[in-house]
């Protein structure tokens, strides 16, 4: 252990404690080139390395056997774990020696470093549909199949019934609303009437597209402008009659 503390270093490393102190340093470099000469490779940990020694040397097929049965368990365990998203196993192999106590704390430290990763993609996820849930701005989305999805609590309100529709349900809220969200293009506005509970009223469309692996999905905001029309149409007709009474008074007086 005082030759080779930390069998976690190569060769290259200074794995070879003596070796890498300055008083040795062309040794060493003699060392390495000598190793390299005879294709023993000074990049893996020393304990890998002796490992693979000893495998090499083996007098039984039964030890090369039971080192690679061993070797494939630890690593189909793995597989497994990360096929199936279950990232509660530990591969702890204990004090066996010949590097699989290394082996075991990498698959370790890969396995919590994947369940760190998609704790934090999880987290993200959540939040960004609970973003697009609370938008006050009516949003759905139509695939490339022309299904149209209600994406947020604002869309569902608006236009009520099924989380997904087709294309041709819109015509429910008026053909004209239906024929302008087909027609949309990404990037385009454009304004459209929108029949809510029999009643027409005027809404402002806009589209953005995002790409899937499925394919295109177009998103497209509904927002109702009939409040402001009426309330600018409101403030237009006051203006109107202040300044006709105006005008009309103006004509009265002598």
Known sequence: DKVVPN?????????????????????QQKFLQA???RGISTQVSFSL???????ANAESKDVLWGFLRRTNIIVARFVESVSHGDFSQGFDAGPQGGGFDLL?????????????????????????????????SPL?????????????KAARRLLGGAPTLRMADLTAHGAAFAADVAALRPGERRSTRLVIAGAPTAALLSMAEVRQASGPVRIVAVQPIQHELDRAELAAQTDLVRVLTHEIMNSMTP
């Open 35 to 37: 190793a390299e000469r």
């Open 104 to 136: 075991g704390a990498s698959l370790n430290a890969a396995v919590v470093r994947l369940r760190d990763e998609r704790s934090a993609t999880q987290d993200e996820n959540r939040f960004l549909a609970a973003l697009i849930d609370d938008v006050p």
């Open 7 to 27: 069998k976690r270093l190569s060769l290259s490393d200074g794995a070879i404690a003596p070796w890498s102190t300055p008083a040795y340093v062309d040794f």
């Open 140 to 152: 759905i989305s139509i695939d490339a199949a022309d299904r149209v999805q209600l994406l947020n």
């Open 49 to 55: 390395l002796m490992n693979l020694v000893a495998v």
